[in-house]
Every structure is written in structure tokens, then in C-alpha cells.
């Protein structure tokens, strides 16, 4: 069964970084595009990045230069980088793995991303 772990979330004060990272297992990591969502309470579920199996990124466009996505195929793991945090940002965050050839789409359970004073 595919697992995808999320980790690195946690509560920081605006203006600070994190980084998430997502641990992908019992999948061919390098032919899914990964991406990153996030869910605030109340709001539905948005993209935040994409990056394909061939290394091009996507980002929501509020969230261009603050955020980065990224990927090491060779540990099955994304990266989300944050820079430059707001309160708008608290959210839970997800993990997604997706190969529409092999139909197949993937979630992590998510991690908690909290940004207050």
C-alpha cells in the first residue's frame, strides 16, 4: 500500500520558514508528479505546488516567491520550503502523488502548519 508521510510542520511566528517534507514508499517515486496542498479551516482544500516526475514547477500565484517546492528522487521525498510565513498560511498541508497514466492519486494525512505570535 502507498504511504505518503508528511513531516516538518509545527508552529511558527510570521515572518519565519519551515520546511515540509514528504516521505513516499511503496511507489516508483520519479514517474509521479508531487505536489503540495494545503487546507485552512472552514476554506476548501487549494494547490499550493506541483512538481512533475520531470522537474517543472507549478505555484498558486499568491504564494510565488515564498514558497518552494522540490524534489529528491533518489530519498522519495518532496520538499516544501517556506519562507516569509503569514497567518493566512496556517493551514493543515498535504502531500499528493499523482501519475494520470496509471490513474493513480495519492495523499498523505497531513501536517499541521500554524503561524502565530
Known amino acids: 500500500q502507498v504511504q505518503l508521510v508528511e513531516s516538518g510542520g509545527g508552529l511558527v511566528q510570521p515572518g519565519g520558514s519551515l520546511r515540509l517534507s514528504c516521505a513516499a514508499s511503496?511507489?516508483?517515486?520519479?514517474?509521479?508528479?508531487m505536489g503540495w496542498y494545503r487546507q485552512a479551516p472552514g476554506k476548501q482544500r487549494e494547490l499550493v505546488a506541483r512538481?512533475?516526475?520531470?522537474?517543472?514547477?507549478e505555484y498558486t500565484d499568491s504564494l510565488k516567491g515564498r514558497f518552494t517546492i522540490s524534489r529528491a528522487n533518489a530519498l522519495n521525498t518532496v520538499y516544501l520550503q517556506m519562507n516569509s510565513l503569514k497567518a493566512e498560511d496556517t493551514a493543515v498541508y498535504y502531500c499528493?502523488?499523482?501519475?494520470?497514466?496509471?490513474?493513480?492519486?495519492?495523499w498523505g494525512q497531513g501536517t499541521q502548519v500554524t503561524i502565530s505570535s
Open positions: 499528493n502523488a499523482r501519475n494520470p497514466s496509471l490513474r493513480a492519486d495519492y
Open positions: 511503496r511507489l516508483i517515486f520519479s514517474i509521479y508528479d
Open positions: 512538481i512533475t516526475s520531470g522537474g517543472s514547477t
